[in-house]
C-alpha cells in the first residue's frame, strides 16, 4: 500500500515537469458577448514577466488577437489568445401602459410611449418600425447585427365610460309670463371625443302659458352609452327680470377670466375701463371682439385730480375715450364716474358732480350708475359673500345694473360671477350689454 502511494506521488511530479512553464489560463479562443465587461483570464509564468499587447473593443464585434510576451534566459516565448466579440443578444423594448389598450372605438390609435435600447447599436431608436394590424400594434426593433425583438400590443376598440352632462344654472328655472324662454343650456365632454353638437335637447315649455314643464337633455357617444338629464321650468306671472352685469376698473388679469366665464354661459356684458399697463390692451380688444361693451371710466383714477374742476374732468374722460378709440376704433359715448354720479369724495370741491353731469349731458354722453352693488370693491369680501350680496340685491321684475369690478384686486369677483349667472339664468333674467338706448340709472348727485 505504501509503495502505491509512492508511485501515485512521482507521477504527478512527472506530469507537473512535463507542464510548460509559460501558459494561458483558460481557452485560446473566448467568444465574449458584446456590450459586456470583459475581464482577460491572465496567464502563468514562473516569474510573471509577461508582456501583453493588442486591443479590444467589447462594444464593439469582430474579432481581437492579444498577444502575451515572456523574456527569459535571454529567450523571448509568445503566445496569442484570439477574442471574438459577438453581439447575440437582440434589442429590448419597453411599452409605457398595458399591453392591453382600451381605446375608443373611432379615434385613431394614440401612443401611450415606447422606449428601445440596445448594448451595442446606439442607433437602434431610428431602427425601430411600428405598425397597426387589426387590433394590433406591433413593435420591432432589429440591430445592426440583425438581431431583432418585436412586442405586440393588444387594442380593445370598446368604450365603456358614459359622457360626462351637466347643466348651466339650476335644475330648476322660472320664466316670467309671455317672455321668452332661454334655455340656459349645457355642458358636455366625453372620454373619446367632442358631443357637443350631438346634445338633442327636447321640450314643450310654452311661454304664454302658466303651467310646469321638463326640459330634457339626451346624448350617446360612440359607444352606445346614453346619458339623460331633465330641468323643470315653471311659467310664472311675473314681470321679465332684466340684468346689465358692469364691470369697473380694468383690464387686467382678472378681465380674461371673466371674459372666459362669460364667453361660457353666452353673455355679453358692459366694461368702464380705465388706462392699464399695455400688456392687457389685447384683453380690451378682445372684449370688444366677442361682443362686449366698452365704456369709459377714467384715465387716471385719481379723484384729487379729476374732480379738481370741469376741464380737469373732461381732460380725464377725453385721455380714457382717446385710448379706447386707438385701440378699437369705437368713439365710446357711455361712462361713469369714478365714486359714481353720487360719491361724496368730490366734496373738497362743492357743486362739481352737478356741474360735469350736466356737461357730460350736454355733451351727448350717456352716464350709468347701478342699483345692485356686489360689495366686491372690498377685497376682503369672498366669492360667497359677493354672489350672496349680488343676488339678494336683484329685483325680479325690474331693470337690474349690477356693479362688479375686474382690476386687478378683483379675483373674487371671477370666481364669484358662475354662481351669480346660475341665479340669473335659473330665473330666465334677459342679460344685456349698455348700449345708448339703454334707459339710463343714476344716481341723486350729492354734490
Known amino acids: 500500500m505504501k509503495l502505491r502511494w509512492i ?7 512527472v506530469l507537473g515537469a512535463c507542464q510548460d512553464p509559460f501558459r494561458l489560463k483558460g481557452s485560446a479562443t473566448i467568444l465574449h458577448e458584446a456590450g459586456t465587461p470583459f475581464t482577460d483570464p491572465g496567464f502563468v509564468a514562473p516569474d510573471n514577466q509577461v508582456t501583453v499587447s493588442g486591443s479590444l473593443d467589447p462594444m ?3 474579432t481581437y488577437t492579444l498577444t502575451y510576451t515572456w523574456e527569459h534566459d535571454e529567450k523571448t516565448t509568445s503566445l496569442t489568445r484570439t477574442v471574438r466579440v459577438l453581439d447575440r443578444t437582440p434589442p429590448e423594448i419597453t ?3 398595458d399591453l392591453t389598450q382600451v381605446v375608443c372605438p373611432l379615434a385613431p390609435y394614440a401612443e401611450p410611449g415606447i422606449h428601445v435600447s440596445d448594448a451595442v447599436d446606439s442607433e437602434i431608436a431610428r431602427r425601430l418600425r411600428i405598425r397597426l394590424e387589426g387590433n394590433s400594434v406591433v413593435y420591432t426593433a432589429t440591430d445592426a447585427s440583425g438581431n431583432t425583438s418585436t412586442v405586440v400590443r393588444t387594442l380593445l376598440r370598446q368604450d365603456l365610460q358614459a359622457p360626462v352632462l351637466s347643466l348651466k344654472g339650476y335644475e330648476t328655472m322660472d320664466v316670467p309670463l309671455n317672455a321668452s324662454f332661454r334655455d340656459p343650456g349645457y355642458r358636455v ?3 373619446c371625443g367632442d358631443l357637443s353638437d350631438r346634445v338633442v335637447v327636447d321640450h314643450n315649455v310654452d311661454p304664454t302659458t302658466i303651467g310646469d314643464y321638463t326640459v330634457t337633455y339626451t346624448v350617446t357617444d360612440d359607444g352606445g352609452n346614453t346619458v339623460t338629464l331633465t330641468r323643470d321650468v315653471t311659467v310664472i306671472d311675473e314681470a321679465e327680470t332684466i340684468v346689465y352685469l358692469t364691470f369697473d376698473d380694468g383690464p387686467s388679469l382678472n378681465t380674461e377670466t371673466v371674459l372666459d366665464v362669460l364667453a361660457d354661459y353666452g353673455v355679453k356684458a358692459t366694461f368702464f375701463v380705465v388706462k392699464r399697463s399695455s400688456r392687457y390692451d389685447e384683453t380690451l380688444i378682445r372684449a370688444v371682439q366677442e361682443g362686449h361693451t366698452i365704456g369709459l371710466h377714467t384715465y387716471s383714477h385719481d379723484y384729487d385730480r379729476i374732480y379738481s374742476s370741469v376741464d380737469a374732468y373732461l381732460s380725464d374722460l377725453q ?9 378699437t376704433g369705437i368713439r365710446s359715448m357711455i361712462l361713469r364716474f369714478p365714486g359714481g354720479s353720487s360719491n361724496r369724495i368730490s366734496d373738497f370741491n362743492p357743486g362739481i358732480m352737478t356741474k360735469v353731469t350736466a356737461k357730460v349731458n350736454a355733451l351727448g354722453y350717456h352716464y350709468f350708475d347701478w ?3 356686489s360689495g366686491d370693491g372690498n377685497s376682503t369680501n369672498t366669492a360667497e359673500f359677493i354672489a350672496h350680496r349680488t343676488i339678494l340685491g336683484i329685483k325680479r321684475g325690474r331693470v337690474n345694473v349690477v356693479l362688479l369690478h375686474d382690476g386687478g384686486g378683483s379675483a373674487e369677483t371671477a370666481v364669484a360671477l358662475p354662481l351669480i349667472l346660475d341665479y340669473l339664468v335659473s330665473i330666465n333674467a334677459l342679460i344685456l350689454p349698455i348700449t345708448m338706448e339703454t334707459p339710463v340709472v343714476q344716481h341723486e348727485v350729492q354734490n
Open 189 to 191: 365632454s366625453d372620454n
Open 95 to 97: 411599452l409605457d401602459g
Open 371 to 373: 342699483n345692485v352693488s
Open 319 to 327: 385721455g380714457i375715450s382717446d385710448h379706447v378709440y386707438s385701440l
Open 7 to 13: 508511485g501515485l506521488v512521482m507521477l504527478l511530479m
Open 60 to 62: 464593439v464585434p469582430g
